[in-house]
């Protein structure tokens, strides 16, 4: 692998690692790693795919879609299918709720 690595984790358990591709989002990145993360609308309204970001940085859209709050995003989450990392990540399928 030669791009950012991106690490899926559940807890402490490593479940997957894949290489970051531009413009992809963690959930095509974790289809990659063969990680499956629940989705339902992959547009960011549901929260379905929520996660949250160990280490990195996923940038979030402003205004943040219906499938988040500040409290989440406080608390490091972020929708698999629309964070687009900035290079290489470690997520937690485990979302902050």
């Known amino acids: ?7 899926f984790y ?4 490593l479940l997957g690692t894949a290489e970051a591709i531009p413009e992809h989002t963690l959930l095509e990145i974790a289809e990659n ?5 629940s989705r339902n ?3 960011g309204n ?4 929520m996660a949250r970001i160990i280490s ?3 940038p979030l859209p402003n205004p943040l879609p219906p499938g988040l709050d500040d409290y989440l995003v406080e608390n ?3 929708l698999t299918c629309i964070g687009i990392p900035n290079g290489a990540c470690d997520i937690d399928l485990t979302p902050p709720l």
Do not use: D, F, K
């Open 46 to 49: 549901c929260g379905t795919c």
């Open 33 to 37: 790693a063969g990680v499956e993360i």
């Open 76 to 78: 490091g989450a972020v």
């Open 41 to 43: 609308c992959t547009s």
């Open 1 to 7: 692998m030669s791009g950012p690595i991106i690490r």
């Open 56 to 58: 990195g940085t996923v």
């Open 10 to 13: 559940r807890g402490s358990l």
